[in-house]
């Protein structure tokens, strides 16, 4: 046991997974065909780890950013979805004392969750 002074936290693989998955999903249904979908891993601090998926897409309207993480929210109205990915996504990474979060502006838009680590002596 480590005693770093940091909370003791789960930091579970298979929600992470998860959230990995409904990240890419939305990026692939927002990106046009043929542009980059971008993941990203690395130590932020000693504490944190930050993964990030960007994608190259039209960005998230401003009016909408408040929103988005709303249960049953969607920016397309037209397409087959609940709206509720990045409300589950949000819920997992917080129950790992985790946040996310994303920068969005046409052309480009990174969703980063930030994740406590603990580096081993």
């Known amino acids: 046991m480590l005693d770093d002074g940091l909370p003791a936290v789960s930091i579970?693989?298979?929600?992470?997974?998860?959230?990995i998955y409904i990240l890419l999903d939305n990026a692939s249904k927002y990106a046009?065909?043929?542009?980059?979908i971008t993941v990203r891993a690395a130590r932020e601090d000693h504490r944190h780890v930050?993964?990030?998926?960007?994608?190259?897409?039209?960005?998230?309207p401003k009016e909408m950013r408040e929103r988005i993480f709303q249960p049953f929210f969607s920016t397309k109205k037209k397409q087959n979805a609940t709206g509720l990915g990045l409300t589950v996504?949000?819920?997992?990474?917080?129950?790992m004392g985790g946040v996310l979060r994303f920068e969005s502006e046409p052309g480009k838009t990174t969703f980063q969750m930030l994740l406590p680590s603990r580096a081993e002596a």
């Open 12 to 19: 579970d693989a298979a929600s992470i997974t998860e959230v």
């Open 50 to 60: 930050r993964i990030t998926v960007s994608d190259e897409g039209p960005g998230i």
């Open 32 to 36: 046009p065909a043929g542009t980059a």
């Open 89 to 95: 996504a949000t819920g997992f990474i917080q129950q």
